[in-house]
T-cell receptor, first 114, second 113 residues
C-alpha cells in the first residue's frame, strides 16, 4: 500500500503565477482533504472533496480551488500566487463512511513563492 | 479564533522518563480527537486517537486522556525514547473524524539520551 502520495515535493513559483499540486489517496479511501501549513503553525484546512465535489471549505479565498477525479485523486490549484502562499501543502485521505478513523497524510508539497 | 490550543511550543525530557503533552479546545461539539507526530520534511503521522465518549485510550507506550468538562486532553509517552523527538500536533474533528481536522500549533518534543 503506497499510502497518500503527493507531487511535486518541492516547487518554486513567482508572484502572480498559478500552481497545481496533485494527490493520490490511500487505497480504499475516497475522500481527500487539503491543508496548508505555514512555518511554525499547525495545518489549516483548505477544503475537502468527496464524489468529485467540494463538500467543506475552510477560510481560504477563491484563488484556491480544487478538483477530484473519478479515481479519487485530487488537485489543488492556486491562482495569482502571493508571497504569503509559501507553505507546506498537505493532502489527507479518509474513507467517507469511516467513523472514528484517522486521516492519512502525504509527505506534502513545499511551495515557495518568490 | 483558535479552537485548538497547544500552549507549550516545546518540551524537553530525559530518555526513559514520561513526556506529557497538553492540548485545550474550545468547541464542545468536537467528538473525536487525534494526535499526530511530524518529523521535518515529512507529513504528519497518526499516533493515537480518542472518541468523546471515552476518557482514556492506550496504545503501547502512548496514552491519551480526555477531560470533557475541562475541554482538555493530554498525551502521555512512557518511557520516552530519543526517536520520539518530533513535533506533536493535537487535532479535533466532528462526525467521528470524517469532517475537517482542526489542529493546534504543535509542541516540539526533544528526548535527550
Amino acid at each position: 500500500d503506497a499510502g497518500v502520495t503527493q507531487s511535486p515535493t518541492h516547487l518554486i513559483k513567482t508572484r502572480g503565477q498559478q500552481v497545481t499540486l496533485r494527490c493520490s489517496p490511500k487505497s480504499g479511501h475516497d475522500t481527500v482533504s487539503w491543508y496548508q501549513q505555514a512555518l511554525g503553525q499547525g495545518p489549516q484546512f483548505i477544503f475537502q472533496y468527496y464524489e468529485e465535489e467540494e463538500r467543506q471549505r475552510g477560510n481560504f479565498p477563491d484563488r484556491f480551488s480544487g478538483h477530484q477525479f473519478p479515481n479519487y485523486s485530487s488537485e489543488l490549484n492556486v491562482n495569482a500566487l502571493l508571497l504569503g502562499d509559501s507553505a507546506l501543502y498537505l493532502c489527507a485521505s479518509t474513507p467517507r463512511r469511516g467513523w472514528n478513523t484517522e486521516a492519512f497524510f502525504g509527505q506534502g508539497t513545499r511551495l515557495t513563492v518568490v | 479564533d483558535q479552537q485548538v490550543k497547544q500552549n507549550s511550543p516545546s518540551l524537553s525530557v530525559q530518555e526513559g522518563r514520561i513526556s506529557i503533552l497538553n492540548c485545550d479546545y474550545t468547541n464542545s461539539m468536537f467528538d473525536y480527537f487525534l494526535w499526530y507526530k511530524k518529523y521535518p520534511a515529512e507529513g504528519p503521522t497518526f499516533l493515537i486517537s480518542i472518541s468523546s465518549i471515552k476518557d482514556k485510550n492506550e496504545d503501547g507506550r502512548f496514552t491519551v486522556f480526555l477531560n470533557k468538562s475541562a475541554k482538555h486532553l493530554s498525551l502521555h509517552i512512557v518511557p520516552s525514547q530519543p526517536g520520539d523527538s518530533a513535533v506533536y500536533f493535537c487535532a479535533a474533528s466532528f462526525q467521528g473524524g470524517s469532517e475537517k481536522l482542526v489542529f493546534g500549533k504543535g509542541t516540539k518534543l526533544t528526548v535527550n539520551p
